[in-house]
């Protein structure tokens, strides 16, 4: 009898344990993810606007808030450029004068001769003016009138309405060295007149820091490369050398423009023209062609 009585306590217990065994097994336990992960990868995988990795450290690292990032903003310079005018083209060489710097700038000597001023010029006149014109409006309307449209820019080959030509002329005065004498060339015609003349400077390499020296009878203008270097209207005088200085004269290599505008007052009409360089030596000059 006490052997019945153990055994059935101890299949009770055994069925007890079974049931309480198969209510544990149907408990749900919750699968819990990482969010963090998930959500990077979410966006790295399926967002448009981020499509490869995260753009901040607050993307990996919620909670931790990035520091600004401040970028100035870059300030355009603004550059003033100075318009260049272009190296002159010289047209139908053979009629025109070209004077080539000689290689090592100047002579040497601080005697003056025909080889160290421009003497060989392409001619263009005469224009005439009347003398009530000088009287009433004074020389500087006389100066500045343009008889030949766009004068800076002379080449040495434009034929005026007037039907004139261009004149190839070689001044080779021993008496007055340097001296281009247009009353020579216009006999007869020089007395309230103007005229041009219009060469070519060659360089092999480009020249700073040189002086111009001109003289005239009358009035005179000068243009190199198209720019303005010097004027001169002031009272009527008789030419000589180097009356007139000007400093700082530049020539680019290759061909350089050179123009003069002379105006007659008078029965004298010439002009003077040389350069120095920058210790004040004359240059020389011979034909280029």
């Known amino acids: 009898m006490h052997l019945y009585t153990e055994a059935v306590k ?24 990482p969010p963090m992960k998930k959500q990077v990868e979410d966006r790295v995988i399926c967002g448009n606007e981020e499509q490869a990795t995260a753009k901040s450290i607050g993307d990996v690292l919620p909670g931790v808030r990035p520091l600004p990032v401040v ?28 004077n080539r710097i000689l290689e090592g700038g100047n002579s040497g000597s601080l005697f003056l001769t025909n080889e160290n001023f421009i003497v060989r010029w392409n001619i263009f006149g005469p224009f005439y003016y009347s003398s009530s014109d ?8 006389v100066l500045h009138r343009e008889f030949v449209k766009n004068e800076k820019s002379l080449s040495g080959t434009e034929d005026a309405d007037t039907g004139l030509k261009w004149r190839l002329v070689r001044f080779d005065s021993n008496g007055s060295p340097g001296q281009v004498d247009l009353a ?22 480009p020249m700073d820091d040189l002086i111009l020296y001109a003289g005239s009878s009358g009035y005179i203008k000068i243009w190199i490369n198209h720019q303005l270097v010097h004027a001169y209207d002031r009272q009527p005088r008789a030419g000589k050398w180097d009356q007139d200085v000007v400093k700082n004269i530049s020539l680019r290599k290759g061909y350089n423009l050179l123009v003069v505008k002379c105006v007659s007052v008078g029965s004298k009409w010439d002009f003077f023209l040389r350069f120095s360089d920058r210790n004040d030596k004359p240059l020389k000059f011979v034909p280029q062609n």
């Open 134 to 141: 000088l009287q009433l409006n004074g020389t500087k309307s």
């Open 71 to 98: 970028v100035k903003p870059v300030e355009s310079k603004k550059t003033v450029s100075k318009k260049v005018e272009p190296p002159p083209v010289v047209p139908f060489k053979r009629y025109l004068n070209v």
């Open 184 to 205: 020579k060339v216009y006999r007869g015609k020089n007395q309230y007149a103007a005229a041009y003349a219009v060469t070519y400077l060659y360089c092999n390499e």
């Open 10 to 33: 101890y299949l009770m217990i055994c069925s007890m344990l079974a049931v309480l065994a198969a209510g544990c097994a149907s408990v749900d336990v919750p699968d819990i993810q």
